[in-house]
């Protein structure tokens, strides 16, 4: 059986109270000395605040990393669910600006109150070459109001349609105002032409010969007016041309007929004229046929033209007439024009409006 070697015996420690260096020498014996440990010192040329920064860089850097690509992630989110959004918006604008033919101030609405007064207008062309009509009148008064668009509005709207259709889409609308300017201003043009036009009528209609005046003529839709040709012969002297004659009560034989027609439906012999306001009647001879030449010493009529028309009404009436004819006469022109462009600006809102909406992600 092997038994360890005793331990050495401790050295006795004197006691320090009194012996205190002995005690100190004791306890130095005890204790080994051990080696201090040994510091190596390495120069990386970098200053030594250095060496903590580039610790807490290093942790920052593993911190904001994730942030930075989160926040890129985000927006490019954003720009795709902006750009969705703008696109889709332009879609319902296209949809609402279309609209309906009951809608106020959609093209469908405008087309409608463009077509009917193109229908009026052309009607008003076939019936009398757009001569003034007051009925008439009140229908483009009452379409005019229908073109009464809110431009403020449908420019509004159109915002986030695609910027060729927006062009379209105010070039349109523009259209529209221009032509409810110039209905407007036939309006108010036509009203201060009324007296003018009125007393060219009355002019008109007296002018007009009546049955009990001279029967025969007012069944052909004479006028009062005619024409005497003189080509006097060098003895005889005189003026060659035409003179503006009124023409009179039919003679009957010898006998001038004041009723306006002979009894027992015979024809007149000869029609009376005469060339100054209220002179007597001097007999005379209507030409109604030839065909290469008309003697002279003739009454011809006045055919039925404007120019004979202005004569008899007067140059104010005339004018006036002739300006309505011109106003409508453009306001016509521009209207087709106006409807052809509402016709392609349908087409292409009909296109753009039945395109699918993109994904968004903020609905």
């Not at 942790?59 to 490019?76: D, F, N, Q, R, Y």
């Not at 989110?77 to 033919?101: H, V």
């Not at 439906?265 to 009647?281: K, L, V």
Request: charge should be neutral.
């Amino acid at each position: 059986m092997n038994v360890p070697p005793p331990a050495p015996p401790q050295p006795v420690i004197p006691n320090a109270a009194e012996d205190p260096f002995g005690a100190m020498n004791a306890m130095a014996a005890v204790h080994t000395v051990h080696r201090a440990p040994e510091i190596v010192i390495v120069n990386d040329g970098k200053p030594v605040e250095n060496v903590g920064a580039s610790g807490r860089g290093t942790s920052i850097a593993k911190l904001v990393a994730p942030a930075v690509v989160a926040l890129a992630i985000g927006i490019g989110i954003g720009q795709i669910a902006k750009g969705a959004n703008i696109y889709n918006q332009g879609l319902k604008d296209a949809r609402t600006i279309l609209g309906d033919d009951k809608a106020a101030s959609t093209v469908r609405s405008v087309k409608k109150a463009l077509s009917e007064l193109d229908g009026v207008l052309d009607e008003m062309k076939t019936r009398n070459g757009y001569r003034p009509d007051t009925d008439a009148d009140k229908k483009l008064a009452e379409l005019a109001a229908r073109l009464d668009v809110k431009s403020g509005t449908v420019f509004r709207t159109a915002g986030a349609v695609d910027p060729e259709v927006s062009g379209q889409i105010m070039a349109f609308y523009a259209g529209v105002v221009e032509v409810k300017g110039m209905l407007d201003t036939h309006e108010k043009a036509a009203k201060f032409d009324d007296l003018a036009l009125a007393a060219g009528k009355t002019a008109g209609a007296a002018a007009a010969v009546k049955e009990s005046e001279n029967a025969v003529l007012a069944g052909a839709g004479a006028v009062r007016y005619g024409a005497l040709i003189q080509a006097p012969s060098a003895a005889d002297g005189g003026d060659l041309g035409v003179k503006i004659v009124e023409l009179g009560p039919p003679y009957c034989g010898n006998n001038l007929a004041t009723s306006g027609k002979c009894d027992n439906n015979e024809q007149p012999s000869a029609f009376a004229y005469r060339g100054e306001p209220g002179a007597a009647w001097t007999k005379g001879d209507l030409q109604t046929q030839g065909s290469d030449a008309i003697p002279t010493k003739k009454l011809v009529l006045l055919l039925p033209n404007g120019m004979r028309d202005a004569l008899i009404k007067g140059s104010q009436a005339s004018a006036s007439e002739a300006y309505y004819m011109k106003r409508l006469k453009n306001v016509t022109d521009r209207t087709k024009k106006l409807i052809d462009d509402a016709n392609k600006l349908e087409q292409r809102l009909q296109a753009e409006s039945s395109k699918s909406a993109r994904f968004s992600f903020f609905l």
